[in-house]
């Protein structure tokens, strides 16, 4: 297996998005203490799904994105892809090229991707099963491991070398045909309790397929009496179908007749309207002249009481200077007398002058 490269963004102490390419040979990776090396090989156990914090070197799995520097800000999210050449068919994926990428963030959610397409952790697991790689694999082996190795007990032993000799997908496989097996065990009690059970039920069953079968005979015969209820009543309502088609054309050609005749009283009435509207334009004339007399009548009326009117008063004055004359006349001989009065007293003046006269000229 020829691991091509390994990309590593916001883990542990790689903020930056750090690609390592692998030659074919032997690659070492030097480097001070503290510079990173463990947290290379701790990537690639990361992404091939190791779930144990303390493997990881770590307290908890958050500690894994990268926690900030004195210059740098801490990341939201740990990325890191495995790039593994499978020109030679190794993994049963149809692709030249493997990348298995694993995402974590600090909220908890973890994603795999396999060649960029979301998968599941166990879709990882199984692609990476009995190819020494895993995150269980001989494949990676930290410091102090071997040692671990070495005093683990015979069955965890025993596991790390079935993944080596490729064995253990089969002995997989075994213990998941095994409990396959207890389950049809199990299936097939429960169908031989299931046949009991059905074989009680067979002559009640077989009496009502008699029923069925002499029900689907009788719905047969009542098919065939439908039929022919069917026919009859097609024929009678062909006969319906006609009359009512003989009804229809009497009707339509009443129909054309009514319409002939109420287009002529349309004419008519047209006609009546056109009349009707020559004797109100008529009536209006007449209206207008007759409003016209009735104003001059109405003039004439208060002339007429304004004569009326002047003829009592002319009356009544014709009474009173008749009445004057009268007082005047009455006044006339009592004038006259006074005359007479008045001429007898002037004639006496007259003679008191005549004697005043003659009295001064003897004076
Ligand atoms: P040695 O040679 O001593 O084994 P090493 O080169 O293998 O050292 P590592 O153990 O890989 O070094 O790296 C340790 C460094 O990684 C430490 O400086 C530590 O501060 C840093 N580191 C680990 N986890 C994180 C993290 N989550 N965020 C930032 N830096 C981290």
Same mark, same amino acid.
């Given at each position: 297996m020829y691991l091509k490269a390994l990309e590593i963004q916001g883990f542990k102490s790689f903020p930056e998005k750090t690609r390592l390419t692998f &030659? !074919?040979?032997?690659?070492?990776? *030097? @480097?001070?203490?503290?510079?990173? !090396?463990?947290?290379? $090989? =701790?990537?690639?156990?990361?992404?091939? @799904?190791?779930?144990? $914090?303390?493997? #990881?070197?770590?307290?908890?799995? &958050?500690? *894994?994105? %990268?926690?900030?520097?004195? !210059?740098?800000?801490?990341?939201? %999210?740990?990325? *890191?892809?495995?790039? #593994? =050449?499978?020109?030679?068919?190794? %993994? &049963?994926?149809?692709?030249?090229?493997?990348?298995?990428?694993?995402?974590? +963030?600090? $909220?908890?959610?973890?994603?795999? +991707?396999?060649?960029?397409?979301? /998968?599941?952790?166990?879709? /990882?697991? &199984?692609? #990476?099963? =009995?190819?020494?790689?895993g995150r269980d694999g001989y494949s990676v082996i930290g410091q102090g491991r071997i040692s671990e190795i070495v005093s683990a007990r015979s069955t965890d032993r025993r596991e790390i070398f079935e993944e080596a000799a490729g064995i253990a997908r089969y002995r997989r496989r075994k213990e998941d045909a095994e409990r396959k097996l207890e389950r049809t065990d199990e299936n097939l009690v429960r169908i031989n309790d299931k046949i009991d059970e059905l074989e009680m039920q067979v002559n009640p069953l077989r009496e009502q397929a008699e029923t069925a079968k002499r029900y689907l005979i009788l719905r047969d015969e009542q098919r065939t009496l439908e039929i022919s209820v069917w026919m009859e009543t097609l024929d009678l309502l062909q006969t319906q179908a006609e009359a009512v088609s003989a009804d229809y054309e009497q009707a339509k050609s009443g129909l054309e007749q009514a319409e002939r005749e109420l287009n002529e009283v349309y004419a008519a009435s047209e006609r009546c309207t056109e009349k009707m509207r020559e004797c109100d334009v008529e009536a209006e004339s007449l209206r207008a002249q007759c409003s016209q007399e009735e104003t001059l009548a109405a003039e004439a009326e208060s002339a007429m009481a304004v004569l009326r009117a002047n003829i009592k008063h002319n009356q009544e004055s014709i009474a009173r200077l008749e009445e004057e004359i009268n007082e005047q006349s009455g006044r006339a001989e009592s004038i006259k007398a006074q005359i007479g009065e008045h001429g007898a007293r002037l004639e006496q003046i007259d003679e008191e002058k005549s004697r005043c006269e003659r009295d001064i000229a003897a004076a």
């Amino acid at each position: 297996m020829y691991l091509k490269a390994l990309e590593i963004q916001g883990f542990k102490s790689f903020p930056e998005k750090t690609r390592l390419t692998f &030659e !074919k040979e032997i690659t070492a990776i *030097v @480097g001070p203490n503290g510079s990173g !090396k463990s947290n290379i $090989s =701790d990537a690639i156990l990361w992404v091939m @799904g190791e779930q144990r $914090s303390r493997a #990881l070197r770590g307290g908890k799995m &958050e500690d *894994v994105i %990268f926690g900030g520097t004195e !210059k740098r800000s801490p990341m939201g %999210f740990a990325q *890191v892809s495995l790039i #593994l =050449d499978n020109s030679a068919g190794l %993994f &049963e994926l149809d692709a030249p090229e493997i990348v298995i990428t694993r995402r974590y +963030y600090r $909220s908890g959610e973890s994603e795999y +991707y396999l060649n960029r397409e979301s /998968v599941r952790l166990r879709d /990882v697991t &199984e692609l #990476l099963m =009995d190819t020494g790689l895993g995150r269980d694999g001989y494949s990676v082996i930290g410091q102090g491991r071997i040692s671990e190795i070495v005093s683990a007990r015979s069955t965890d032993r025993r596991e790390i070398f079935e993944e080596a000799a490729g064995i253990a997908r089969y002995r997989r496989r075994k213990e998941d045909a095994e409990r396959k097996l207890e389950r049809t065990d199990e299936n097939l009690v429960r169908i031989n309790d299931k046949i009991d059970e059905l074989e009680m039920q067979v002559n009640p069953l077989r009496e009502q397929a008699e029923t069925a079968k002499r029900y689907l005979i009788l719905r047969d015969e009542q098919r065939t009496l439908e039929i022919s209820v069917w026919m009859e009543t097609l024929d009678l309502l062909q006969t319906q179908a006609e009359a009512v088609s003989a009804d229809y054309e009497q009707a339509k050609s009443g129909l054309e007749q009514a319409e002939r005749e109420l287009n002529e009283v349309y004419a008519a009435s047209e006609r009546c309207t056109e009349k009707m509207r020559e004797c109100d334009v008529e009536a209006e004339s007449l209206r207008a002249q007759c409003s016209q007399e009735e104003t001059l009548a109405a003039e004439a009326e208060s002339a007429m009481a304004v004569l009326r009117a002047n003829i009592k008063h002319n009356q009544e004055s014709i009474a009173r200077l008749e009445e004057e004359i009268n007082e005047q006349s009455g006044r006339a001989e009592s004038i006259k007398a006074q005359i007479g009065e008045h001429g007898a007293r002037l004639e006496q003046i007259d003679e008191e002058k005549s004697r005043c006269e003659r009295d001064i000229a003897a004076a």
